[in-house]
């Protein structure tokens, strides 16, 4: 029985490693369809790549650093079948698919920031940072919030009555992105033509809408395995979480189509709004919480991508710090409203706990991006040339467009 139960676990969170690996997909058409065409085979390969390098990163140091484990022993003992001194891991290989499903958030990370730095950025610097961050970076506050580590969860619990939640990652993993990605996006600087000297906005149109919201459907139906299947085990499956992940993603849909008069980028990433928004408190909120917390993100992205681009003068080619820094920081405060029992939630949070931590998060994240791209960008510099910048990051990197009979005439 006990093996039944295990091996039935290690397929409940392989089906969801497997639903967020293909979430990557999402994030490149997102990305593909935004960006103009001469840039978009290195939207695809960006992704890829930087999957690769994440999980080699992350199996290495990452998932220590994060759980204080490592991979360095034989397989017996990996599967479970073996036991080793110091080491004792789960039948079935329950802990090697644990380790998948966990790298798919670190690995989203570099994805975030890949929208953020489009068409302007350098290939090989970006997959340094793609190591470093998620080798050391998001696995430092990943332990801190997911593992206990160092103690800072029990402090938070002695000060504010309850630890800081984050069921699904709205602070650890999107608002951890997106705040990383605004100080990448700030030192990159903006894409030449994009603003005038006078300050005067371009506009610089999507390249592909279909494929733009075939990047928004593919995140949205894998999100479910990012949401539900965070319980990492069939016994903590809840239905609350899946049906407050959809109320989220509506209300983000309906907000964005208001707030964006119709604008179809708008609607399409305002479902992503509302699902970055209620990853923290998904297990804790009622339906209704979900929606409204969904449909405040909605209307937060649209607002605060206009301000971001046409006001800050920022630019964050697909959005990602409104997308994911905002709207993920919204989720984390959101968590400790909807979350109490006033308002219909489970209770067991606390605002302030929740104000708090998700505050320091981005300011943790913020702060590691500008260190991380600053050192990189004073030893190798992260920005295409300008002649390269004006060919494409497709002809200039990969010598290859998406279109290449049309390169011949």
Known sequence: MSEGITGTDVLFVLLGAILVFAMHAGFAFLEVGTVRRKNQVNALVKILVDFSVSTVSYFIIGYSVAYGV?????AAVLSGEAEAEGYAFAGNGYDLVKFFFLLTFAAAIPA???????ERAKFWPQLAATAILTALIYP???????????GLQEAIENMFGAGFHDFAGSIVVHAVGGWIALGAVILLGARRGRYTTEGRVIGIPPSNIPFLALGSWILCIGWFGFNVMSAQ??????????????MAMVGGIIAALIAGRNDPGFVHNGALAGLVAVCAGSDIM????????????????VV???????????DDVLG???LHGLCGLWGGIAAGIFGLEALGGLGGVSFVAQLVVSLLGCAYALFAGFVVYGLLKA?????????????????SIHKIGAYPEEDLR
Do not use: M, Y
């Open 70 to 74: 490592d991979f360095l022993v034989n």
């Open 112 to 118: 975030i920031i890949s929208g953020g730095i489009a």
């Open 140 to 150: 430092f506050f990943e332990g801190i919030i997911w593992n206990g580590n160092f």
């Open 233 to 246: 085990s069939i016994g903590g499956i809840s239905g609350l979480v899946a049906v407050n992940s959809l």
């Open 286 to 301: 009622h339906p209704l919480g979900a929606l409204a917390t969904g449909g405040i993100a909605g209307g937060l992205f």
């Open 304 to 314: 605060a991508f206009t301000f971001c681009q046409n006001r800050l003068k920022v």
């Open 320 to 322: 990602v710090w409104p």
């Open 379 to 395: 030893i190798s510099g992260i920005r295409l040339s300008q002649e390269d910048e004006f060919l494409g990051a497709d002809l």
